[in-house]
């Protein structure tokens, strides 16, 4: 099958792809979800297959209302103000099902199921014209860096969807909080750029302890305990006062380093390195963090990626969570050389 881009203009033939049971990826503010009908077991079960997905791994059910939850889950008057207070926005809510409402297939066979309302205006009239919720895990394959561009999609999935919605590259750049409101406080299971001090005015206390979780535990998160992100080279975590220090490390090993820094760290760099710039801020560096991943796979000789720190508050958590996994949790310690 041949993967078609559909433009913003195509959206009624994108529609009708979907309904017709097929796969087509869309762009959200966060990254682009790998798209289906998630009333149609059948193609929920192609977006497992199409991404290489374990099976236990539930899926987002993507609405175009805050409405559209009601029919398939338990509503609390909690869960109701964060949908007002934060959708459209990068904000998945974790909520009970109503009984037989979604296939398992969705919700990995949990009781509960995870909604979100994406802030692109495209999708939501894909989701409104095709008349049925999307299920959409990132449009990548499984252990890869999540798709920020079309071009992301096309690469992990040209010819195994039928089409992807191209309306450029996202602008958050990683994925969504995904918020536990089945629990008492409630917990956030994945940072993304809705933290804790956003979260609790609104619902009060939210648990955010990290969830380690081994291989053979059942997760909160089930997608959490799954490697993620990896790029082909090592990618090592440094702090920005020691990109010197690390780059002379790394080039006593091998002469391929790549260097994934904002440009203050560039510029302080030689010249010749293989470099993607993570731009000036945590804004500009979760934006870029993917695409830089991904460079970094197009250029086979690079051993190591030296990738910069930035301080885990706000969307930096989100930013660092993501490429703590990337690194699976490698980070050059200047007290070493
Ligand atoms: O920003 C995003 O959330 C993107 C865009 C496309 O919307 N989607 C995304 O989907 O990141 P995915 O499938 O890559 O990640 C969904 C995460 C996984 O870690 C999954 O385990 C978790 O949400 N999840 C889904 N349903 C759950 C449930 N019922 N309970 C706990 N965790 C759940
Ligand atoms: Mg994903």
Redesign the pocket.
């Known amino acids: 099958m041949e993967t078609k881009r559909f433009s913003i203009q195509d959206i009624d033939a994108a529609a009708a792809a979907i309904r017709g049971g097929q796969l087509v990826a869309?762009p959200?503010e966060?990254?682009?979800?790998?798209g289906a009908d998630a009333t149609n077991v059948d193609a929920v079960k192609k977006v497992y297959a199409a991404k290489g997905r374990p099976s236990d791994?539930?899926?987002?059910v993507?609405v175009a209302h805050p409405e559209m939850v009601a029919q398939y889950a338990e509503v609390s008057p909690e869960a109701a103000t964060l949908m007002k207070a934060f959708w459209p926005g990068?904000l998945?809510i974790?909520l009970p099902i109503k009984p037989h409402a979604l296939a398992p297939e969705v919700?990995?066979g949990?009781q509960?199921?995870?909604f979100?309302l994406?802030d692109n205006s495209a999708t939501r009239r894909l989701i409104e014209t095709a008349g049925v919720p999307l299920v959409?895990?990132?449009?990548n394959t499984s252990g890869k860096p999540?798709p920020t561009t079309a071009d992301h999609v096309l690469h992990d999935l040209n010819d195994k969807i039928a089409g992807v919605l191209d309306d450029g590259p996202t602008t958050v750049g990683v994925?969504?909080t995904?918020i536990?409101m089945t629990v008492n406080p409630p917990a956030i299971?994945?940072p993304?750029a809705i933290d804790a001090a956003m979260l609790e005015p609104i619902i009060g206390p939210v648990q955010t302890e990290a969830h380690h979780v081994a291989a053979s535990e059942v997760p909160?998160?089930?997608?959490?305990k799954y490697k993620h992100y990896a790029p082909n080279a090592q990618v090592i975590v440094v702090a920005p006062t020691d990109f010197v220090a690390a780059l002379r490390d790394y080039q006593s090993r091998t002469e391929h380093v790549g260097i994934l820094a904002t440009d203050e760290i560039l510029a302080q760099l030689p010249p010749e390195l293989a470099t993607f710039s993570l731009g000036h801020d945590v804004r500009t560096a979760a934006q870029a963090l993917f695409a830089g991943l991904r460079y970094f796979d197009n250029h086979p000789n690079v051993q190591f990626v030296l990738a910069q720190v930035f301080p885990t508050v706000g969307l930096g958590s989100a930013y660092m969570n993501r490429l703590l996994k990337a690194a699976g949790g490698a980070r050059f310690d200047s007290g070493r050389v």
């Not at 966060?30 to 790998?34: A, I, W």
């Not at 909160?220 to 959490?224: I, N, R, V």
């Open positions: 869309f959200t966060t990254v682009y979800g790998l791994n539930p899926l987002i993507h990068p998945t974790i919700t990995g949990l509960t199921a995870a979100r994406p959409g895990p990132s449009a999540s994925e969504s995904v536990d299971l994945r993304g909160k998160a089930p997608g959490m």
